[in-house]
C-alpha cells in the first residue's frame, strides 16, 4: 500500500524527507537512467510537482469579477482550426494552481443566458480582452443570473 504522497526522485532535485523508506508508484515505469535510488529517503507530492512546471499565460491579463472581457479561443474542427470569440461578464474567478478557472456570462439571442468556464492555464485560450472594470462588492457574481435588462447592469470602475 502506497501513502498518500507517491515519492519521485530526480537525480538533482531533492524536496523533501521521511522515515518510512523510499516509495515509488508502481503504476508509473522505473527507469534506472531517469530515477535515481539512493539511501537518502525523499518525498516528493506528484500533484505539487505538476502545478509547479505549469507557466501562466502571458496573454491573459489580471482578471477580477464584474470585468467585461473577450476571450479569444481556439477551436479545432476537424482538420483546420479557428478562433472564435466569447464576450461577457465575468462572474466568478477560482484559484486552485492547475484546476484555476474563470466563468464568463453573456446574454444571447432571445434573452437567453449562456455561462462559460474556461481553464486559466489552457493552451486553447488564445488571448483574453479586458474591456472594462466594474465596481462589485462580491467574489461571486451569481445575483446576475436571477436579474434581466437593466437590473443586470454594474457600474464601471473609472481610473
Known amino acids: 500500500m502506497l501513502p498518500s504522497e507517491t515519492c519521485v526522485v530526480f537525480s538533482s532535485k531533492f524536496q523533501g524527507c521521511h522515515s518510512q523508506g523510499l516509495w515509488y508508484n508502481s503504476q508509473l515505469p522505473l527507469d534506472e537512467e531517469?530515477?535515481?535510488?539512493?539511501?537518502?529517503?525523499?518525498?516528493?507530492?506528484?500533484?505539487?510537482?505538476?502545478?509547479?512546471?505549469?507557466?501562466?499565460?502571458?496573454?491573459?491579463?489580471?482578471?477580477?469579477?464584474?470585468?467585461?472581457?473577450?476571450?479569444?479561443?481556439?477551436?479545432?474542427?476537424?482538420?483546420?482550426?479557428?478562433?472564435?470569440?466569447?464576450?461577457?461578464?465575468?462572474?466568478?474567478?477560482?484559484?486552485?494552481g492547475a484546476n484555476a478557472n474563470f466563468t464568463v456570462r453573456r446574454i444571447a439571442s432571445n434573452g437567453v443566458g449562456v455561462e462559460r468556464t474556461f481553464l486559466l492555464h489552457s493552451p486553447r485560450i488564445e488571448k483574453v480582452e479586458v474591456l472594462r472594470h466594474a465596481k462589485v462588492r462580491r467574489a461571486q457574481l451569481y445575483f446576475l443570473r436571477d436579474r434581466r435588462g437593466k437590473a443586470a447592469r454594474l457600474k464601471e470602475l473609472r481610473k
Request: charged letters at 25%; hydrophobic letters at 35%; aromatic letters at 4%.
Open 34 to 96: 531517469k530515477w535515481q535510488i539512493c539511501g537518502e529517503k525523499v518525498t516528493m507530492n506528484l500533484v505539487e510537482s505538476l502545478e509547479r512546471q505549469i507557466e501562466p499565460n502571458p496573454n491573459i491579463p489580471a482578471l477580477s469579477p464584474g470585468d467585461t472581457v473577450k476571450v479569444h479561443l481556439r477551436i479545432v474542427e476537424g482538420d483546420r482550426e479557428r478562433v472564435q470569440s466569447f464576450q461577457g461578464t465575468l462572474i466568478r474567478l477560482r484559484g486552485g
